[in-house]
């Protein structure tokens, strides 16, 4: 089993491992941080996430940014918890679904645009299949584990890649519920005492408030940056050199009014000068992976070149050549 790293769980539910990167913003410096020091150069910033936290999984080849008012220690005071934990698939042991057998399952499930198996306690209404660069994931809400007197808010995303499962949570304190949106809790003294735990008739209606943007205080504000940091995750191409050759547009060796381009993580099929299709790509070991409107195709890279492109289409291996588009 991989020596394994947690960088913060609220909930110990696996055995967690990662090689990272975390980058912050220095606020003693003088600099600012849109400035690059080792050029001098100033960088435009697009947006606030420009700003962000950068973290960098090394062994699960991603990376994800979050607002500095967001801690992955649980001993710091904030709103908001964010825990990122990975392993490879081949040692999964965990509880709650959270095992091989499982992982194998899901993993071809998402590939097929499928929701899979469900892990953890998700609640029902909250499951959808998100789409990340190409990538499926499962992602879901957990409002409580185990008993009726369990009162948790967490959002998670749970996906695969370089083969490792990745599960990002974001966390928000009990408290804030209670105190934003006590009309969707109740009591049950028998069980509970005097405290304060869901009202499960009104779960669902909960979750569609804050989807649709309804709610407010720190519970609708720990539902919408979940998404804006999910929106930052980006996947780490370790085979760069194919990943850059492979840009721009190539025209086909049998038929010269079929165009495909790679522009970034895009790539696009022409014909005629007519788009026809459009997905993700990623590059890991010489295997090119596309998704389209949730349909992956997979080709082998037999040759990349600056003139030319010879690809294998998988699992026919019909090979597919291509010149480079001056």
């Given at each position: 089993m991989k020596k394994t790293l947690v960088l913060f769980l609220v909930v110990?539910?696996?055995?967690?491992?990662?090689?990272?990167?975390?980058?912050?913003?220095?606020?003693?410096?003088?600099?600012?941080?849109?400035?690059?020091?080792n050029n001098g150069s100033a960088k435009a910033i697009e947006d606030e996430t420009d700003l962000w936290i950068y973290y960098?999984?090394?062994?699960?080849?991603?990376?994800?940014?979050?607002?500095?008012?967001?801690?992955?220690?649980?001993?710091?005071?904030?709103?908001?918890?964010?825990?990122?934990?990975?392993?490879?698939?081949?040692?999964?042991?965990g509880t709650m679904g959270y095992n091989k057998e499982t992982a194998e399952k899901n993993v071809k499930s998402l590939e097929n645009g499928e929701?899979?198996?469900?892990?953890?306690f998700p609640l029902e209404v909250s499951k959808k299949v998100r789409e990340i660069m190409g990538v499926n994931a499962q992602e879901f809400m957990v409002l409580g584990r185990f008993e009726i007197c369990d009162l948790r808010l967490e959002r998670k995303l749970y996906?695969?890649?370089?083969?490792?499962?990745?599960?990002?949570?974001?966390?928000?304190?009990?408290?804030?519920?209670?105190?934003?949106?006590?009309?969707?809790?109740?009591v049950n003294e028998d069980n509970c005492g005097k405290d304060m735990i869901w009202d499960f008739e009104k779960q669902d209606q909960f979750y569609q408030n804050l989807e649709e943007g309804n709610l407010s205080g720190l519970t609708q504000e720990w539902f919408d940056v979940?998404?804006?940091?999910?929106?930052?995750?980006?996947?780490?191409?370790n085979s760069s050199s194919e990943f850059s050759l492979i840009q721009g547009k190539w025209s086909s060796v049998g038929d010269n009014d079929s165009i495909i381009e790679f522009d970034g993580?895009?790539?696009?099929?022409?014909?005629?000068?007519?788009?026809?299709?459009?997905?993700?790509?990623?590059?890991?070991d010489n295997l090119l992976t596309v998704t389209i409107?949730?349909?992956?195709?997979?080709?082998?890279?037999?040759?990349?070149?600056?003139?030319?492109?010879?690809l294998s289409y998988l699992p026919r291996g019909n090979t597919l050549d291509y010149k480079r588009v001056e």
């Open positions: 110990v539910f696996l055995a967690t491992g990662c090689t990272t990167k975390k980058q912050e913003n220095n606020n003693d410096s003088n600099l600012s941080p849109e400035v690059d020091i960098e999984n090394e062994e699960a080849e991603f990376s994800i940014k979050y607002p500095h008012n967001i801690s992955m220690d649980i001993e710091d005071q904030v709103d908001f918890y964010l825990s990122i934990t990975n392993q490879d698939v081949e040692s999964l042991e929701y899979g198996e469900g892990v953890d996906f695969f890649n370089n083969d490792q499962q990745i599960v990002i949570t974001l966390i928000v304190a009990k408290d804030n519920i209670i105190s934003d949106h006590p009309e969707y809790l109740t979940f998404d804006e940091i999910v929106d930052t995750i980006e996947f780490i191409d993580d895009a790539k696009v099929d022409y014909y005629r000068d007519q788009k026809l299709l459009e997905g993700k790509f990623k590059i890991t409107d949730g349909d992956t195709y997979k080709y082998t890279i037999l040759n990349v070149s600056d003139s030319d492109l010879s």
